[in-house]
């Protein structure tokens, strides 16, 4: 088989979902995109400052995107007919002029909850606490966080839920997770996920920072693609791609 390779987009791309019509793109500094089926930009839903935007979900019943502001620790809220941002949810703690304290990353709207992955519940991964990361879910009604998930994890990235079951990259330890238990390794930054049938597609950036792991780690890959995991016969090939980093991953077709 010939692999397709294609760069239909340019940019600093943190999250993509799909509705019936059209893809979301978080773009880190310009707002979410909206493309067409072809892939083509067709709106832009500029944000009034730089939020270092990251994950993306949408609520098609009710019309709303929700997209983290990882900046201000906050969640913004998009009406999909209007392309305009209505609301927001604040996940910070003490004073309002602090900034990425949990470090949210990414978001996944399941059976009607906000399921948001962080570096630190606490709010102290800038202090090279690596240890504190969690997946929680936001009450949409209070704006807050409601039940913690997942504790403990090194730098979680890319929630997934199936069946009730919450898989994610622990992106630190290099794998990925069902609920607290590993579900498969690599050895390299695990970023990115989503499963067709038995297969996992996990996506793996160039470690930004090596001395990271080489302490922890024998061996490091420095590719940047996509493994697919067959978790049937615990096997998996790779994709390379010409980038350095994946943040998402969207399966078409399946």
């Known amino acids: 088989n010939t692999l397709d390779?294609?760069?239909v987009y340019s940019g600093n791309c943190r999250g993509i979902v799909?509705?019936?019509e059209y893809?979301?793109?978080a773009e880190e500094h310009e707002g979410n995109l909206v493309l067409n089926d072809q892939y083509e930009q067709v709106d832009l839903i500029k944000t009034k400052e730089t939020h270092n935007l990251h994950g993306i979900a949408i609520d098609e019943e009710?019309?709303?995107i929700y997209v983290n502001e990882t900046k201000f620790d906050r969640l913004g809220i998009y009406d999909v007919n209007t392309r305009t941002r209505i609301d927001e949810i604040d996940l910070r703690k003490g004073e309002p002029g602090t900034f990425d304290q949990h470090h949210i990353n990414d978001v996944n709207f399941y059976d009607n909850k906000l399921f948001v992955s962080m570096f630190s519940l606490n709010g102290v991964w800038k202090h090279g606490v690596w240890n504190d990361g969690g997946i929680a879910i936001?009450?949409?009604k209070n704006k807050s966080i409601e039940k913690v998930v997942l504790s403990g994890l090194h730098q979680p990235h890319s929630v997934y839920i199936e069946e009730n079951t919450v898989y994610h990259c622990n992106s630190r330890e290099c794998n990925v997770l069902m609920g607290d238990k590993i579900l498969c390794q690599f050895n390299g930054y695990t970023r990115g996920l989503t499963k067709w049938n038995s297969f996992f597609f996990v996506g793996q950036s160039r470690a930004?920072?090596?001395?990271?792991?080489?302490d922890r780690f024998t061996n490091i890959s420095k590719d940047t693609?996509?493994?697919i995991w067959d978790s049937t016969e615990k096997t998996s090939t790779f994709i390379k791609i010409p980038a350095e980093q994946v943040f998402e991953i969207l399966v078409l077709g399946g």
């Open 138 to 140: 936001v009450d949409k």
């Open 62 to 64: 009710n019309g709303l």
């Open 208 to 214: 930004r920072r090596l001395s990271a792991f080489t």
């Open 18 to 20: 799909r509705s019936d």
């Open 5 to 7: 390779i294609r760069k």
């Open 225 to 227: 693609g996509i493994h």
């Open 23 to 25: 893809y979301y793109v």
